[in-house]
Each structure stands twice: as structure tokens, then as C-alpha cells.
């Protein structure tokens, strides 16, 4: 099972933390930064496993930027790799060529693609274009969902604009017209 | 103006905004701008437009997530936002539920009829939402709450939803164990399926069960056997693969069958972290079958050959799990081990190290040995330290097992504390202190290499080696006979820089001066004895007593009535006769030239020393310090009297004088001289219980409040006599408090880690030799001939496990190591299984053995109709229905699931309700009678134990599994 999963830049930033299991913040804040010591300073020579505290954390480095995941001792270290890389393929395809500022801008998707790929800590679809499917249809979901909002606004502020202007007797010919 | 939500909508910051604001500010300036913003959107927040509202809060949701900004007084905002209509408001208020809300959180219970209406909601991605955020804040409450709008959306058309709702499953059985009654049907038979996402997220879920309790899914091992053969996905496959792993050693019949579709697929699939899986599984639960463990090792060797770290780290960790019974592989793959020591990365270097511990046997220890020191003082500290370690732990397996030479392991002990890096005080100070206790033959050589370790004065200055010379202060005080010059291990006691060592540690060297002085001087006084040969019968008898200690020719011609009652001499001169000539010429050659150098001046520059040193230190503020230095000056006070003013002597009083300094120093003598032995960590379990004392009630409540109070570990050890008791225990205390306060909390976690797995080699702490008599008869004596309870059969034994140990084929015979009997080898802690755990097991054995007694007796489970369709794999289809009937054939009255679930609720009143329920339960209380039975005969030492501790609820959770696999 998945505890968390991490990414951070090479300053250790935060860039995505999403814990499957409860935390309190203030430990969510140290395991941040352990695990940011652990990984940092890894050759790439080195494997991709660090051992953390009594789990495993299983981490792959793009650019400047840390994917951990931290995982059972006895779970399988290479399918979870995968896993690391396929999430990454996943953010490069839907953000055509992904790059750290995506993350920070749009971290509200991010999450969204994490739920659609994770779940309660288990790995939920393994299939790359599914996700990137459904993540199509919920854009435009939500561009729909804003449209309508924005329409609701804009009628209500043409009301509120009327409301003021009515008792403007210059325009009050206009209006009829 | 227009309306204050015109305003906040039109003049509001977005998220991108705030992100850009943060990432253009100075890090000393990020704060001051976080606090404003957070001013903002605790204004914008309380806005009536739900816009507003949202974006406020997404903006909180992500300082939370990144700068840890508290949102929890937020929590009834985001209720807010996800009771919108609108989806995108939904999204952000679901978001900031999921990062934000705990068990603890106030409002949580607010959400749930929220949460109900979206999981019933039309729109996917809205039910999607809500089931998401089930998974992730799931309590007892909402899991009671939702179960059956779960239950529902896991039958839902859409792969998607399903899918989602089988994931969320496994959080609900966490909380609500009941909810397997709902669920747990519809989970196996979404088993069935072909090879989709559904099977994958629902083999998911059973792995996450089957770690905590996988009896309870021993029934459904056809299905996943099914699946282990059809499917084709490589994540399904490893999943499986973990729950077999699982299931295999609950039911041996299981490995038959499974290791041919394993080695298939070793053999076929072309994915690494598969054939890895595959290994895995082969290396930990099929280790008797030779080919499979063949083909697995021919994978290793293939990962070994790789570039890549990884799968050469993964090789390397796999052979290390075949290590303990094969160690072939090992062997096998020799040359690349070896190699890998010297790797870059640390895991494979560490991964390394421990196959090579693993080839170490009694023939090559030494050498291997040799080789990591020297190994060691080359490499990084840290790697230095994990050679360290595990030679340490290595050598130390089985009471020193694999060990021959103890001169050689001593001085070994030695040369490692030299080792610049070496962090590892205190576990190597544990060791030279047990060998001291166990391994009598060594202890001249330990003086030896104690005396090095304490006259070296650079090596007080490094902290983690203060817990290394405690022990090497204890050994010199306590076996100061084997010194060749007590004199310079005084002085050595006593020198200026001790005042660098912790108070603890202080104690303990002024302990072993006086054990020291005491040493001398009685020597001083036997020999002036011998010169004077006045021979009264106190003196004889004194000199009868102490003829061991001082093995000097003339004793030894006494030894002849002596043997009777002295342990040590007539061990030496029966058992090793070769050992006595060489050990005696070393013994006594030092004790000649002490009587020569122990003048009486030397005594007197002895006494005047050590008062030197003390005076100071009986102002000291550590209690511990002063008591002693205030001990010892008072001693020095009576025996100066008779020293220092010579010309008395002559007179008529200096009978009656020197005798009554001579008497002193021979009880204090006597006391020290009371040899310590090593002490079972259970000893103080055997002691009955007396009748009235209450142990085991009540005291719960004290767990929970002193839990975070660390008690003084079982393991630790005393430095001084058993008639010190109460400050012995002070002061092992104090050592405690020492060591948690040491900066060191690295190799400390690492030792008590250690200490926790080896609590055998560790030695008990003192207070446990006084009762020692009272014990009762240890063990029956067909245990062991090995076993030993109390100190004072120490030769006895020592005699008996000689006749068996001995091996012929040494050149040097290996001298005996006093053993405690097996059984203390693991102190039982009969951990109560979680309340949670026993209803979740207990709820899906019902389920499942319901199921398939349903299954049998009306045909119209879906599990036949699948068997059914799957009538090409007969044998399959055999095992299943074999499965079957036997589950009716022995569990007949299972087919009311509910009233007997209800029954192990606890409720007391349902009990008896119906015969037929309590002639069930009773069955089921024989079982469990059965199973503590079987514990009971594991460890029977600790019967009453067991039983005091053997919870009730174990009942319903071990029933008969009936053989589902033929």
C-alpha cells in the first residue's frame, strides 16, 4: 500500500503531498523533510530505493524535480517504479511536455490526475489513456460548470446594473426601445 | 457601491495570483505576505457567493499543502462549498475536505447526508468525487453511514464507478468491520471478472486484507489461482503473487500447485518487476522445491549480471532472503558479492555485507573478519559502523556460536573500539562484558584487553567508546586477579581525563578501583601471612577460599581438600589439562611478581593515591559519585591507620589491629570475589506469584498513562556485586537516562534495535541474581543438558555441556560458554489482537464460509455458474467443488452467518439464545481451547501467563479451515 507520495524540487520545495494514511501536520512537515534528505543527495548510480523508517521509499528523479512514493518493505519495488514513471507520463501527456511551474500553477489537477490513479493507497487505473480520457472529460465538465457560472454571473450582474440605471431617465428610452 | 460580493467576486485574487505573489517574494518577506493573504481569504471566505467562497478556499488549500498554513478553521467553509451546485465548486471544496479534515475534525459528521446525495448523483464525476474523498477521510461514523450506497455503486454499470467503489471498500472494512456483511459478496464474485481494472483494484483490496489476517481468505485461494492462470496484466499478477505469499504457509498443499504456474511465468513474461515478484515469492514460501528454488536463482544471477543498481540490489536482497536455507546461492554467487562490498551505492553495499556475514561459518570467521576490519577502517563512517555492527551481531548469534577462539574474538572486540569511527560502545561493551560472565578460559585475556582500552587516554575523548570503557572498568575490577599489575590498572582507573566521562560511567571506575584496592591489599595481607607463616585457623581458611584467585604454588599444594569446594580450580584441573599448565603458568607468573612488587609502601602509595583522586569527588554533585567516593575514603580511613605508622607494628596491640583491617578487607574481599554469572531475561517470570498479589488488573489504565515513559530495558546489566542492589539498579537507571540524553540517538536506535532482537545475548539486569534462590526447578532435565538457572550450578553445567559440546577436530578445544536454557530466547509478548482486526476476520469468515455453504446447498451462487463456465480446466473445477463439500461436510452450521456474528459482537445477552447458536459456539470455544493449547506447549514456561493474557476474542477467530485445495 502507498503512504504518500511526494514531489519536490531539488531545494526541497514541496511541490505535491498527497498521504494516504493520517498524519498531523507538523509530521507531515518532518517526513517532508527526511525524505527530502534521503533522496537528494542519491547518486544516479544509485538505486531507487532508500529505506524509511519502517517503510521503503521508492523514488525517481526528472529534471530538477523528486517523485517518492513511500510504500511497504515487502511491496514490489520495480512494479512501483513503473508506477512512478507512468504517473509522469501521464502529467507529460496532459500538460503536453510537463515542467515544474505546471505542477505549481495547476496543483489542484495534479491532484485530481493523483485520485484517478490512486486510491485509498492502492494503484486504481494502470492504463494511461483512461486517465487521460477521463481527465478530458472533466476539463470539460468544469469549463461547462463555468460557463453556466459565468452566465449566472453576468445575468446577475445586468441585473444589478439595471437596477441602478433604471431610474436613469436618459437611458430609460433605450431600455424600452 | 455595489454589493460587497460584487466587489470581492470582481476585485478577488485567483490562485494564480497568490502563486505568483509567493514565488516573487524574498524568503523573509514570504511570511509577512502569506499573513496577509491569509487576512484576505479569511474575509473573502465568509462570503455569501459561493465563487468567492470557492476560490478563498482553494487558495487556502494550497498554502496548506505547501506552506503548512492551518486550515482547520476552515473545515465548515468547505462543507459549504461542496453542498453547491456546481461542480467546479464541488471539486475545490472536496479537495480541501481531503487535505484538510481528520478523524478529530468537528464538522466532519456534518458531511455525511452531502456525501450520500453526490454518491447517489447521476453525474459520474461528482459520485467520483465523493467516493474519493470516502477513501481518504472514511470514520467509523461515515463508514457506518455510506456502506450501502457503496455497496450499491459496486454493482453500478459504469467500470469507473465500480471500480472506485471497490477501492473505497477496503477503508470501509477498516472502520466498519460490518460493512463486510453488506460487501463482501459482491467483492468475490467482482473477482470473476476478465481480466479488467475491476479485478485489478479488487485484488488490490484483498492484498491489503490478506496482510492482516490471511486466514480468513484461504477459501477464495481458487479464484486467485484463477487468476495467477488467466490473467495477463503484470500488476494484477504481482498483487496476486503477495497474496500467496500470504496464504501458502497456512495451507502446505498450496505450493504444490502453485509453483509450476509461477515458474511459467518466471520463465515467459519479459517484465523485470513480475520475474522479480515471482522470485520473491519462490525464495520466501517455496523453499523446498529444489527446481523452482533453481530457476530462481538463475533469475538472481541474471539480475546480479544487470547494470542496473536496482536489479542488482534486488538480486542481492533476494539471495539474502534464500541465504538462512540455501546457502548454495550464496556460495554460488560469491565473486559478485564480494564485489558489490565495495559498490558505490550504500544499499547494495549493505545488502552485500549482510551475504557475506551469512558465509561466515566456524572455519572462516577469522579471516573474514579480518578482511571487513580492515575493510572497515577504509570506508565512510557510517558504512564502517554497519560492518561494525554486523560482525558484532554475527559473532554474538547462539551465544557465540560460530566462535572458537575467544582470545582471538577478545582481542578483536579490542581492535574494533580502536577503529576511529566506531560508534558501536555499547554493544560492544554488552559483549565483553557477557563473555566475561560466560566464558571463564577467556577472562585473562579480556584483563589484557581491558587494561589496553583503559590506559589509552585518547580514547575517553570519544563519547560513543564511554559505554566501552564502563565495561572495560567493570572487567578489570571484577577479574582484576588475571592482572599482571593491578597497580597500573589503577592508575589507569584514576587518571585526570576520567573526569570526561558521564557521571554513570565515573561510578563505575571508582567501583572497580576499590574492587582493585580491596585486591591488594588482601593479597598484601595473605602473602605477609605466607612470609610470617603463621598459619591460624582463620588464615587457612581464608587462604582456602581464596586459593583460586591467587593460584600460586603453595595454594595449589593445598588445593587438594580445596577442590571440593572451590568451582573454578578443580574445573581447570579436570576438565582441561592441557589449559591448566598454560593457564596457570600465565596466572601465576603475574601473581609472583605482584607479591614481589606489593610492598608495603606500594600499598600505602596505592592508598594514598586513590585518597588523592576521591577527596575531591566526595563533594561532587552526582549523588552516585559521592556515596562512593564517601564509601571507599572511609575504608581508606580504617586501613590507613595500620599502614601509615610502621613502627606500631612491632607492639602488642598490632595483633588485635591488623586483624580487625584484615577482617574487613577479607568479607569485603569476600564479597566481590562472589562470582557473576549471566541471567535468563525471564528469570523474573518463573518466580510464582504469591496469592494476594493483584499483577494483572487494573494496571491498563496505568499503561496508557506512562506509555510514553521509557522503562529501564529488561536487557541491561548491573556493574556491580548483588550486595550493592539498590544502588546497582540506581545506577543502570542513570545509565539508561544517560544514554537517551546522549547525542548518539543514531547508534543507540540502532543498538536497542538490536538489543530488542537479541534480547538473548543481552544480560538481564541484576536485581534478578538475588531472588536467585528461590527459583523454582528451572526446567525438567531432558531439556538440555545446557541449562543453567542459578549462579551457583554454573560448574555443574559447565562439566555436563562440556562432555557434548567438545569437538574433537579443534586443535585449541573451545572453551565452554555458559548457556541459559533455549527457552529464553524470545520473551513471549502475547500482543492482544486489535478489537478492529478480530471483527473484520470474524466477519468475512462468516461471509465466506456462509457463502460456501450456500453455494453447495442451493446451487445458485454465481461461483458455480462460473465454475460451470469454466469446465475446461477440470481439475480446477475439482478443487472447487471438493472445496466445497467440504465446507459443508464440516461446518454444517454456518448457514446462519448473522445470529452467531451477532453473538461474538460481545453483546453478553444474545448468548444462549438458541441452542443451536451455542452448541456452535461451543465448537468454536473447543478451537480456541485447541490453539492456546498449542501455544501453551510452545511455551510453556509461561502457561500462567498465557492464559492471563489469552483474550476471549480469540474464540471466533480460529475455527477449523476445512481443505479447500486437494
Not at chain 2, 71 to 76: I, P
Request: proline content about 5%; overall charge negative; aromatic content about 6%.
Amino acid at each position: 500500500m502507498i503512504r504518500f507520495i511526494l514531489l519536490q524540487n531539488r531545494q526541497g520545495k514541496t511541490r505535491l503531498a498527497k498521504y494516504y494514511v493520517p498524519l498531523e501536520d507538523s509530521e507531515k512537515h518532518k517526513v517532508e523533510y527526511e525524505v527530502h534528505r534521503l533522496v537528494v543527495n542519491r547518486d544516479s548510480k544509485f538505486t531507487n530505493f532508500v529505506e524509511f523508517r519502517t517503510h521503503k521509499v521508492i523514488y525517481r528523479r526528472y529534471a530538477g524535480l523528486f517523485f517518492s512514493l513511500c510504500v511497504d518493505i515487502t511491496d514490489n519495488e520495480l512494479a512501483y517504479l513503473e508506477c512512478i514513471h507512468l504517473f509522469v507520463e501521464i502529467l507529460d501527456h496532459f500538460f503536453s511536455n510537463v515542467c515544474e511551474l505546471d505542477l505549481v500553477f495547476n496543483f489542484h489537477k495534479v491532484y485530481l490526475i493523483l485520485d484517478e490513479f490512486i486510491l485509498a493507497g492502492e494503484l486504481q487505473e494502470t492504463s494511461k489513456r483512461a486517465i487521460i480520457e477521463r481527465m478530458g472529460e472533466l476539463e470539460k465538465l468544469e469549463l461547462k460548470s463555468q460557463a453556466i457560472l459565468s452566465v449566472k454571473l453576468t445575468c446577475k450582474n445586468l441585473d444589478s446594473r439595471s437596477q441602478f440605471r433604471l431610474p436613469s431617465p436618459s437611458l430609460s428610452p433605450l431600455v424600452a426601445a | 457601491m455595489a454589493s460587497p460580493s460584487l466587489m470581492d467576486t470582481l476585485f478577488q485574487r485567483g490562485l494564480d495570483d497568490i502563486i505568483k505573489g509567493v514565488r516573487h517574494q524574498q524568503s523573509s518577506t514570504e511570511s509577512i505576505f502569506i499573513s496577509r493573504v491569509i487576512e484576505e481569504i479569511r474575509r473573502e471566505i465568509k462570503s455569501t457567493d459561493l465563487q468567492t467562497k470557492s476560490t478563498a478556499l482553494q487558495k487556502l488549500t494550497y498554502l496548506n499543502s505547501i506552506h503548512f498554513i492551518d486550515m482547520s478553521w476552515a473545515s465548515f467553509h468547505a462543507i459549504e462549498c461542496i453542498s453547491s451546485p456546481t461542480f467546479s465548486h464541488k471539486k475545490i471544496g472536496y479537495l480541501a475536505i481531503s487535505q484538510s479534515f481528520s478523524e478529530s475534525t468537528p464538522v466532519i459528521l456534518l458531511i455525511s447526508n452531502q456525501i450520500r446525495k453526490d454518491l447517489k448523483s447521476g453525474n459520474e464525476f461528482e459520485v467520483s468525487l465523493a467516493l474519493d474523498c470516502l477513501s481518504r477521510i472514511g470514520t467509523v461514523d461515515l463508514c457506518r453511514d455510506l456502506a450501502s450506497e457503496v455497496f450499491i455503486l459496486m454493482s453500478s454499470s459504469k467500470v469507473f464507478i465500480r471500480k472506485k467503489a471497490i477501492g473505497v471498500v477496503l477503508r470501509l472494512f477498516e472502520k466498519y468491520p460490518d460493512a463486510v456483511r453488506v460487501c463482501f459478496k459482491k467483492l468475490v464474485e467482482s473477482l470473476e471478472g476478465s481480466d479488467s481494472p475491476i479485478v485489478s483494484a479488487v485484488v488490490g483490496v484483498f492484498c491489503e486484507l490478506s496482510a492482516k489476517d490471511p486466514r480468513s481468505y484461504l477459501p477464495l485461494a481458487p479464484e486467485f489461482y484463477r487468476i495467477l492462470v488467466d490473467s495477463k496484466n503484470n500488476w494484477v499478477l504481482i498483487k496476486v503473487l503477495k497474496i500467496f505469499v500470504k496464504l501458502a504457509p497456512l495451507e502446505p498443499r498450496l505450493a504444490k500447485r502453485l509453483v509450476e504456474p509461477i515458474c511459467d511465468h518466471m520463465r515467459k513474461t519479459g517484465a523485470k518487476s513480475l520475474v522479480f515478484e515471482c522470485i520473491r515469492t519462490v525464495v520466501t514460501s517455496f523453499t523446498e522445491y529444489e527446481s523452482a528454488m533453481k530457476l530462481a536463482a538463475a533469475k538472481i544471477r541474471e539480475f546480479l549480471m544487470e547494470d542496473d543498481p536496482n536489479l542488482k540490489y534486488l538480486g542481492l536482497h533476494a539471495i539474502s532472503i534464500m541465504a538462512p536455507k540455501h546457502l548454495w546461492a550464496v556460495l554460488e554467487n560469491k565473486d559478485v558479492v564480494i564485489q558489490s562490498l565495495s559498490d558505490e551505492d550504500p544499499n547494495i553495499k549493505l545488502e552485500s555485507l549482510r551475504l557475506v556475514m551469512a558465509m561466515a561459518s566456524e572455519s572462516n570467521l577469522m579471516e573474514t573478519c579480518r578482511v571487513l576490519v580492515n575493510y572497515a577502517l577504509k570506508s565512510d563512517p557510517d558504512f564502517c559502523n554497519e560492518i561494525l555492527g554486523s560482525i558484532l551481531s554475527t559473532c554474538c548469534q547462539n551465544v557465540y556460536e560460530v566462535i572458537i577462539d575467544f582470545d582471538w574474538y577478545v582481542s578483536l572486540l579490542g581492535e574494533m573500539s580502536r577503529i576511529p569511527n566506531c560508534k558501536k560502545g555499547e554493544e560492544i561493551e554488552n559483549q565483553l562484558i557477557d563473555i566475561g560472565m560466560r566464558v571463564k578460559d577467556v577472562r585473562p585475556e579480556l584483563v589484557r584487553i581491558a587494561r589496553d582500552l583503559l590506559i589509552d587516554p585518547a580514547l575517553l575523548g570519544n563519547p560513543f567508546l564511554h559505554r566501552l570503557l564502563s565495561a572495560a572498568a567493570w572487567v578489570c575490577g571484577e577479574y582484576v586477579e588475571f592482572s599482571r599489575n593491578p597497580v597500573e590498572l589503577m592508575e589507569a582507573l584514576l587518571q585526570p581525563r576520567t573526569s570526561l566521562l558521564p557521571s554513570s560511567i565515573r561510578t563505575v571506575y571508582m567501583q572497580s578501583a576499590f574492587k582493585i584496592l580491596i585486591f591488594c591489599i588482601h593479597s598484601y595481607f595473605l602473602q605477609k601471612e605466607d612470609m610470617t607463616s603463621e598459619v591460624s585457623d582463620l588464615a587457612s581458611k581464608r587462604q582456602c577460599s581464596e586459593s583460586s584467585d591467587l593460584a600460586t604454588g603453595k595454594a595449589l599444594v593445598q588445593s587438594d581438600q580445596d577442590e571440593g569446594f572451590n568451582p573454578r580450580e578443580s574445573n581447570q584441573s579436570y576438565e582441561y589439562p592441557s589449559v591448566v599448565d598454560t593457564g596457570d603458568g600465565q596466572s601465576s607468573t603475574p601473581t609472583f611478581m605482584e607479591k614481589k612488587s606489593l610492598m608495603h609502601e606500594s600499598i600505602v602509595n596505592l592508598l594514598n593515591l586513590m585518597e588523592l583522586v576521591l577527596s575531591p569527588l566526595s563533594g561532587s554533585l552526582d549523588v552516585e559519585i559521592q556515596e562512593r567516593a564517601c564509601n571507599v575514603l572511609g575504608f581508606i580511613e580504617l586501613v590507613q591507620q595500620e599502614f601509615s605508622n610502621p613502627l606500631i607494628r612491632k607492639e602488642a596491640n598490632l595483633d588485635r589491629e591488623e586483624v580487625i583491617a584484615s577482617r574487613v578487607v577479607e568479607w569485603v574481599h569476600d564479597v566481590f570475589t562472589e562470582e557473576l554469572g549471566p541471567v535468563s531475561v525471564t528469570a523474573q517470570d518463573r518466580v510464582p506469584i504469591p496469592d494476594e498479589l493483584v499483577l494483572k488488573e487494573n494496571l491498563t489504565d496505568l499503561e496508557a498513562i506512562c506509555g510514553g515513559v521509557e522503562l529501564p530495558a529488561p536487557g541491561s546489566f548491573s556493574l556491580t556485586s548483588p550486595y550493592y542492589g539498590e544502588s546497582a539498579v540506581f545506577s543502570v537507571s542513570n545509565l539508561q537516562a544517560e544514554e537517551d540524553s546522549e547525542p548518539s540517538t543514531e547508534s543507540t536506535s540502532l543498538l536497542t534495535e538490536h538489543r530488542k532482537r537479541h534480547e538473548l545475548y543481552y544480560l538481564p539486569s541484576e536485581k534478578n541474581i538475588i531472588p536467585a534462590n528461590d527459583y523454582p526447578p528451572a526446567n525438567d532435565p531432558s531439556s538440555s543438558i545446557n541449562t543453567n538457572d542459578a549462579t551457583e550450578d554454573l560448574v555443574k553445567l559447565a562439566d555436563q555441556s562440556l562432555v557434548s559440546k567438545r569437538k574433537p577436530n579443534h586443535a585449541k578445544p573451545r572453551p565452554v560458554v555458559v548457556k541459559l536454557e533455549e527457552g529464553e530466547a524470545a520473551p513471549v509478548v502475547s500482543k492482544k489482537p486489535e478489537l478492529k482486526d478480530d471483527l473484520l476476520s470474524g466477519a468475512i469468515h462468516d461471509i465466506l464460509l456462509g457463502n460456501e455453504a450456500k453455494a453447495a446447498s442451493s446451487q445458485s451462487n454465481p461461483s458455480d455458474k462460473s465454475s460451470s463456465k469454466r469446465k475446461g480446466k477440470a481439475k480446477h473445477v475439482d478443487l472447487l467443488d471438493s472445496k466445497e463439500n467440504l465446507a459443508v461436510g464440516e461446518q454444517p452450521n454456518h448457514e446462519n452467518p448473522s445470529s452467531r456474528r451477532s453473538k461474538h459482537r460481545g453483546d453478553g445477552k444474545q448468548k444462549s439464545k438458541k441452542s443451536k447458536g451455542k452448541k456452535n459456539g461451543d465448537g468454536r470455544e473447543d478451537d480456541g481451547e485447541k490453539e492456546s493449547q498449542k501455544i501453551r506447549d510452545h511455551h510453556g514456561r509461561h502457561k500462567s501467563r498465557q492464559r492471563a493474557d489469552a483474550p476471549i476474542n480469540v474464540v471466533p477467530q480460529t475455527p477449523d479451515i476445512p481443505d479447500y485445495l486437494l
